[in-house]
């Protein structure tokens, strides 16, 4: 409610650089994850029962959580925490600090409820974020670590480059997502391809088995991002380099390319839409790698706008939804407001929880 009210004033502030508004938002919510107190004063019921469920081990307490891109550095997650959102993926981390393309790299289009951004993975690279993650201790809710190959990285490298961020990143996330899709990162959607990615992930798998053994720790999941764009063809070469690498999950769908997408006029030549445009093509990727792929858990996000959306997402076959230009568009609430929504969607359907849910659609994966 009042975020409806500021947000107007809120955007106009920001109109020539909307990333103004995103660096002011994660400042303030980087001085709040600092201070405990604030922070006490700030939570609310972290876990909400009829909603919980359980993949690979780790327990989610809401289905719907936060994308990555937002928090790229770790800098402000325990106070996104207590916005309602049952788990947060942060990054896209390189092991490289850098810092992206030029300015401005994000754009608003309200009426298409879309953002277009070509931000190209802007972070402070793998050790600052390590220290940022030990700083800030864990916060109640799953962690996910959003892992990119760094832009001055070859593509052939890009194994090297990723397997260094998990290494110094390992003890510090719950599940390590690898974005081998980002449209404005030169060289990461190349990775998509069956000459890299089979090889890429397969090499993330065992190191993440190597680490868990050296360290006497659980086995951390690793997932991978894909893109909207790929075609029937290349999502089968996608789901088999999965299938074979033994990969964990599937993070469906990173922003589009596709600028059509937007009825809005503009003179944009790069980027990737995210929001509203993107919904159909998110739910048909869902719904063919479910069709294709019965046990893999995945992760649904890409125009998740209301919990209607979400709820459709799930039924197409996600596990879990993730959310970003809605969070942007109805503000801190958002989170709430959605998985409150789920729970009465299961309810008018019939469904005494997410788990029935999941056994109806045969979706019970552990
Ligand atoms: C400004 C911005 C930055 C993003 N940065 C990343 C990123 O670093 N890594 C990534 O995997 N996805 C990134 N994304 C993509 C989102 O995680 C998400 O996949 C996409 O926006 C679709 O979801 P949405 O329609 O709910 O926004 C970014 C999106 C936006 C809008």
């Not at 931000?119 to 050790?127: C, E, I, Q, S, W």
């Not at 190597?210 to 070469?237: N, Q």
């Not at 993730?322 to 729970?343: D, H, R, V, W």
Request: net charge positive; with cysteine.
């Amino acid at each position: 409610m009042i975020y409806k009210t500021l947000r107007p004033w809120f955007f106009e502030l920001s109109k020539k650089d909307p990333e103004v508004a995103h660096e002011v938002a994660v400042g303030a919510l980087k001085f709040m994850s600092r201070n405990k107190f604030l922070l006490s004063l700030m939570r609310g019921e972290l876990f909400e029962g009829r909603l919980t469920q359980e993949l690979w081990g780790i327990r989610f307490p809401k289905p719907v959580g936060l994308a990555a891109g937002f928090d790229k550095n770790a800098a402000a997650y325990p106070a996104l925490a207590t916005m309602g959102f049952g788990f947060i993926e942060v990054g896209t981390v390189t092991f490289l600090p850098q810092s992206g393309n030029p300015r401005p790299r994000i754009h608003r289009f309200p009426k298409d409820q879309a953002l277009v951004n070509y931000m190209g993975f802007p972070n402070v690279g793998a050790y600052k974020v390590a220290d940022n993650m030990h700083k800030a201790g864990t916060i109640g809710v799953p962690l996910g670590i959003s892992l990119g190959k760094s832009s001055c990285t070859h593509v052939e490298d890009a194994s090297l480059d990723c397997i260094s961020s998990l290494r110094t990143l390992y003890k510090l996330g719950d599940y390590f997502t690898v974005c081998v899709s980002c449209p404005n990162s030169p060289g990461v959607r190349e990775l998509q391809h069956k000459k890299y990615l089979f090889h890429l992930l397969k090499e993330m798998v065992d190191s993440s088995s190597g680490f868990s053994a050296a360290l006497k720790i659980k086995r951390k999941p690793v997932l991978v991002k894909i893109s909207p764009d790929l075609s029937r063809r290349e999502l089968d070469d996608v789901l088999e380099a999965v299938a074979d690498a033994g990969v964990d999950g599937i993070v469906a769908t990173n922003t589009t390319a596709d600028l059509d997408v937007l009825t809005s006029g503009h003179s944009l030549k790069a980027g990737g839409v995210s929001g509203a445009p993107l919904f159909m093509r998110m739910l048909e990727k869902v719904g063919y790698i479910r069709a294709n792929l019965k046990k893999i858990p995945i992760i649904g996000v890409g125009g998740i706008m209301s919990s209607e959306d979400a709820y459709e997402t799930l039924a197409a076959g996600a596990n879990l939804v993730q959310i970003y230009t809605s969070f942007i568009y109805n503000g801190p609430s958002a989170a709430n407001e959605m998985n409150a929504g789920i729970l009465a969607l299961l309810r008018e359907n019939n469904f005494r929880d997410i788990r029935e849910f999941n056994r109806f659609f045969c979706r019970l994966l552990n």
